[in-house]
């Protein structure tokens, strides 16, 4: 059991009152019923350290950050398998910052369902936010937000694999899956899991500087080179709506993927008219037809790297293109690193 530990050092029932100085940001960490128990944790040590950090190199000063477990109603609150925390009640005039976790593989993904169970904690994120509390959050933590309203009109992340079911629910959200992190002011957002902390980084490195946040990664060995979620996609593990029109588009173009594929073939293969299979896959893929199969040839491409001992010209030739210097820029472009590179760091997956 983790209790409502202050990381300024003050006691359980003084947490949601801490000291309001120009040189102290209060931060809330989110925590409802099931929620990523990692999420939580990981909030509570990042600022700790940053905390003991500044008092080993500055004695005098006072703690930059106070962090406290906070929810809806108080109390204790049961998150992901059997965690629990202690909390303060959210009060919007005790926080600077709120970050909001992941829902847990409890939930089994961002459904109405879902969100219906979290009506209490969808209303807190609004009252947050019109009380200009800054809200962080990571992982489908993000989905929370969309819902509440507060990333309409903004830039987002979210889970790379979570990001086309996103875009179907939330038109109006400027997504950015391929990112690590997301910054839009009001509003910060992650990607999968593991970018949460990176963005608890962020913020220290906006409050406290760079060089804070540096030293607290090399403390806890975070990898800051990493700005994008590209190299870790896979269609294969994506979340995504799925009918009868991009099941059968998808099967024809994996199909054929070996040989030039024309709009005017897909169309007569789908029924449908070269318009109308415009927009069925801008709905379907949030793409064009020629945008989803160069993503798909990168795929075979990524697959033919870890899995295989091929040149890369012989796989540009398994994956339809003539052009090898193009479908290495085109490879670069999606994935965020060059096809040597990718090799090098994921083949061993592939043995």
């Known amino acids: 059991m983790y209790g409502n530990n202050h990381v300024a050092e003050t006691t359980p029932h003084s947490t949601a009152a801490a000291a309001n100085t120009a040189s102290t940001t209060r931060i809330g960490a989110l925590v409802f019923e099931d929620c990523m128990a990692s999420s939580v944790t990981e909030s509570l040590d990042i600022f700790r350290v940053a905390n003991k950090l500044t008092h080993l190199r500055r004695p005098g000063d006072a703690p930059p950050y106070s962090v406290v477990a906070t929810s809806s109603k108080g109390g ?5 398998h059997g965690v629990h925390f202690e909390t303060v009640r959210f ?5 600077d910052v709120l970050i909001v976790p992941g829902l847990g593989m409890q939930y089994s993904g961002p459904s109405q ?13 609004r009252i947050a936010a019109n009380a200009q509390v800054r809200l962080a959050a990571g992982c489908t933590g993000t989905f929370l937000l969309a819902e509440a309203g507060v990333l309409d009109g ?10 086309a079911a996103f875009r179907h629910q939330y038109p109006n959200v400027n997504l950015s899956a391929d990112d690590i992190v997301v910054d839009s002011g009001a509003v910060m957002t992650a990607g999968a899991a593991t970018c949460f902390v990176q963005m608890c980084l962020a913020l220290i490195a906006q409050s406290a500087g760079k060089d804070m946040a540096d030293n607290i990664g090399r403390l806890m060995v975070v990898d800051q080179s990493r700005h994008s979620q590209a190299p870790y996609i896979n269609r294969v593990l994506e979340q995504k709506p799925r009918h009868a029109f991009s099941e059968s588009a998808e099967l024809y173009l994996q199909r054929n993927l070996h040989q030039p594929i024309s709009v005017v073939a897909l169309a007569e293969h789908c029924k449908v008219s070269e318009r109308t299979l415009l927009r069925r896959f801008h709905e ?14 990168v795929e075979r491409a990524k697959a033919l790297l870890e899995q295989t001992k091929l040149t890369f010209d012989e796989v540009v030739e ?22 040597n590179s990718y090799r090098e760091r994921f083949r061993a997956r592939g043995r």
């Open 76 to 80: 204790m609150i049961r998150a992901a």
């Open 318 to 339: 398994r994956c339809g293109y003539q052009d090898i210097s193009s479908f290495r820029r085109l490879f670069k472009n999606v994935t965020s690193i060059t096809p």
């Open 154 to 163: 903004l830039s987002a992340t979210t889970s790379w694999w979570l990001a």
């Open 91 to 95: 009060d919007p005039a005790a926080f």
């Open 113 to 125: 369902q879902n969100f219906q169970r979290l009506h209490a904690e969808i209303d807190l994120l």
């Open 284 to 297: 379907s893929f949030g793409a064009t037809p020629l945008e989803f199969v160069q993503k798909l040839r």
